[in-house]
């Protein structure tokens, strides 16, 4: 397995409120995951995810429709990832899309 590529290290900011971190920007490692089917489908619902993000850019359906989306594919990703992979892809998932983030979470796994 690749490991990942480090492009910019994190970086501490000193600010008046504290000192900030910033996360690491890396590539992450080229390998495929195995996914059986849970796994597609929680895949499938990242995609939701990122698709109801879209919406968010249309009038009047950014408040109706893209947040009920987003909690319905959000409450599936969370029964079907077990407990250590929901904590990954949450972790993964404040840097990168979700689709990208539930790949994250399966690769090395």
Do not use: W
Not at 24 to 37: G, M, Q, T, Y
Not at 47 to 64: K, N, W
Not at 71 to 77: N, Q, R
Request: a neutral charge.
């Amino acid at each position: 397995m690749f490991e990942a590529i480090n492009i910019l290290p994190p970086k501490r900011i000193g600010t008046p409120f504290g000192n900030i971190e910033t996360p690491a920007l890396e590539i992450p490692p080229v390998a495929v995951p195995h996914l059986n089917d849970q796994r597609r489908q929680a895949l499938g619902h990242s995609l939701g995810v990122d698709a109801s993000d879209l919406l968010a850019f249309i009038p009047y359906l950014e408040g109706l429709a893209a947040d009920s989306i987003r909690a319905m594919h959000t409450t599936e990703i969370r029964r079907i990832l077990s407990p250590t992979e929901y904590n990954t892809y949450l972790r993964y998932d404040k840097q990168y899309p979700d689709t990208l983030a539930m790949l994250r979470t399966f690769i090395g796994r």
